[in-house]
């Protein structure tokens, strides 16, 4: 009775662990599965998993507003001028009487992805077409924050997709791209974001994103490498499986 118990108790371990196994080859648990995806990497039934449950769903609640602006810039301009006075500056010498607003303002600005929803970019950008070659904008420029030290990130995004019957208006591409990089970020983490909202906006057969950038926490500071570059990637769907598509890829975004 009580091995019959143990092995209806491992069935149901080995269950649970293969809803957690890789989908197109990268770890996500039950909670992070990407709505369109089988495991196998082809487009499926978007509507099998609820966009609630993914990470970083594109169509993710905007955090801040322009209300919310107008509200914070005098606290932040405050934490600003708290900072001038604590690396051993006057902020009432001329050059520095009006550096707290100004900081505010353009911090406001480098971090206005958290106003903006993906959602709202690409509704009236996704057109039937039937085309099922590969699709690649490279070289979109990117501009970011270190959420590490507060210091710029900057470099390029080289995105690809493999059409499934939708494809995107390419102005779009370079949108995504600045809707996360205008936020406090990892390389890691921004890389991953533009390729699953591509993935779940279009369900394509695969996507492909590579990103190069300067780190000025690493030229600045620390190691101070001035020619330092970091690289990372994210593969899904067939960018991912098969490596001719993989290779045509990177070949074309390095002509």
Known sequence: MERSKQKQMNQSENETAGKDTAVNGLHFDSRL??????????AGDPS?????????????????????????????????????????EDPQRQGLLKTPWRAATAMQFFTKGYQEKIIDVLNDAIFDEDHDEMVIVKD????SMCEHHLVPIFGRVHIGYLPNKRVLGLSKLARIVEIYSRRLQVQERLTKQIAVAITEALQ?????VVVEATHMCMVMRGVQKMNSKTVTSTMLGVFREDPKTRDEFLTLIRS
């Open 33 to 42: 599965k990407m709505p369109g995806w089988s495991a196998s990497g082809a």
């Open 140 to 143: 979109i420029d990117m501009f």
């Open 204 to 208: 394509p057969a695969g996507v492909g």
């Open 48 to 88: 099998s998993l609820p966009s609630s449950s993914v990470m970083e769903s594109w169509r993710e609640e905007r955090t801040r507003s322009v209300e919310d602006n107008e509200m914070s810039l005098p606290s932040i301009a405050a934490a600003y001028t708290t900072i001038l006075r604590g690396l051993g």
